[in-house]
């Protein structure tokens, strides 16, 4: 799970598996695989900063090899 922060600054967690796309609307928008919006005051590349931190720390982002 990933901590972001909500217009009004409260801060929550979020299951990143749950996510379905990220955009900004100017907002950030999340959309969840339920199609239900979160809407962030983190810009989109700190939430997909915050996605691969976390993919990283538990193994599930490949590193990359040289060829």
Known sequence: MIELQR???????????????????????ITLTNQRKMIVLDPVADVTEKINTLYRSIGMFATQRGT
Not at 7 to 29: K, R, Y
């Open 7 to 29: 217009l009004n600054g409260t801060v929550f967690s979020l299951n990143i598996i749950h996510i379905e796309t990220i955009e900004a609307l100017p907002d950030t928008t």
